[in-house]
Structure formats: structure tokens, C-alpha cells
């Protein structure tokens, strides 16, 4: 079975940064896409970033410019960058690993971003 681990999370003032980590461990297959996401309080989770193992990325629009999502595929770990953080960012935030016959969440890490 896959198992993912986040850690990184925390407290940041507004406009501040912080760096998400993400390990997958387990049979993880070559081809896959790892992502994060969000859930604000009283929200529905969302999508926030992902990449392919081929490095093909796709951002949600309004964290365009603010956030970098990278991966080492040799030791199984994605993270997520997050430069000018805003109260609106403030969620717990999760990664996901999908492939064929794959999808695995992790069990998430708080965000929380004071203005």
C-alpha cells in the first residue's frame, strides 16, 4: 500500500512563506501525478497544484505566481513552495499521489496564515 506523509505546516503572518513536504512510500507506480490540495474550515476541499512524474504542472489560478510545487521521483517526494501567503490560504493542506489503480491521500497539514 502507498502511505503519504506531509509535514511543514504551521503558523505564517501575511505575506510570509512557508514549505510543504510530501513522502510517498509504498509501491508507488512510474508514471503518476502527485498534487496538493486544500480545505478551509466550512469549505470543500480544492485542487491547489500538481505534477506529473514527466514534470508537467497545473496550479490553481489564484496561486499563480505565489506557489511552486517541485518533486524529486528518485526518493518519492513532492513539495509545495508558498511565497506571499494571504489569510484566504489558510486551510489544511494535502497531498495526493494518482495513477492507474492509485490514489492515496495524505493525512494532511495545517496552514494557517494570520493577517
Known amino acids: 500500500q502507498v502511505q503519504l506523509v506531509e509535514s511543514g505546516g504551521g503558523l505564517v503572518q501575511a505575506g510570509g512563506s512557508l514549505r510543504l513536504s510530501c513522502a510517498a512510500s509504498?509501491?508507488?507506480?512510474?508514471?503518476?501525478?502527485m498534487g496538493w490540495y486544500r480545505q478551509a474550515p466550512g469549505k470543500q476541499r480544492e485542487f491547489v497544484a500538481s505534477?506529473?512524474?514527466?514534470?508537467?504542472?497545473n496550479y490553481k489560478e489564484s496561486v499563480k505566481g505565489r506557489f511552486t510545487i517541485s518533486r524529486d521521483n528518485a526518493e518519492n517526494m513532492v513539495y509545495l513552495q508558498m511565497n506571499s501567503l494571504k489569510p484566504e490560504d489558510t486551510a489544511v493542506y494535502y497531498c495526493?499521489?494518482?495513477?492507474?489503480?492509485?490514489?492515496?491521500w495524505g493525512k494532511g497539514t495545517l496552514v494557517t496564515v494570520s493577517s
Open positions: 505534477r506529473t512524474s514527466s514534470g508537467i504542472t
Open positions: 495526493n499521489i494518482f495513477s492507474v489503480g492509485m490514489d492515496t
Open positions: 509504498g509501491r508507488i507506480a512510474r508514471v503518476n501525478t
